[in-house]
């Protein structure tokens, strides 16, 4: 049985990194059992998904997992449509309650709220919907796992 060097684990990591999140600048490091990721990641959903990958696929007792998430463009991050003529940040009522003091009382209308959520973590387009991506990565884990174990 071949034993696999610090080189062969962080040359495979990077690789399933690249294809299967499409993260290709991550530097991986390993020191003993403790696998050190950094670069950068489209989304917080690809970051926390490069840390699940890599304990997976190297059985790190631990990930240090350092990779920036990529902020949008003003462009990705406002829907088509959405508060064309500006932040919803911009609103006037939105603007008063976030002069009130730390924990006042919040009331958002659905709209309100919806915008805040798009404007704040984007719509990325590039994404699959929650309930594909969850089985998209479960598929992923399945196949790593049987390569790791058999």
Aim: charged letters at 30%; one cysteine or more; hydrophobic letters at 35%.
């Amino acid at each position: 049985m071949r034993t696999r060097t610090s080189s062969d684990i962080e040359t495979r990591v990077q690789q399933v990194l690249n294809d299967v999140l499409d993260i290709s600048d991550a530097r991986i490091s390993v020191a003993g059992r403790v696998i050190d990721l950094e670069g950068t990641a489209p989304s917080f959903r690809h970051k926390r998904a490069a840390g699940e990958i890599a304990c997976i696929l190297t059985g790190a007792t631990r990930v240090v997992n350092r990779l920036r998430v990529k902020r949008p463009t003003r462009r990705e991050a406002t829907p088509k449509g959405a508060h064309s003529k500006g932040s919803i940040w911009d609103e006037p009522r939105i603007k008063a309650m976030l002069e009130e003091p730390l924990g006042a009382p919040v009331s958002l209308t659905d709209e309100e709220a919806d915008a805040i959520a798009k404007e704040a973590f984007g719509k990325r387009p590039d994404l699959p919907p929650g309930e594909e991506y969850v089985r998209q990565v479960r598929n992923v884990w399945a196949g790593l796992l049987k390569k790791r174990n058999g």
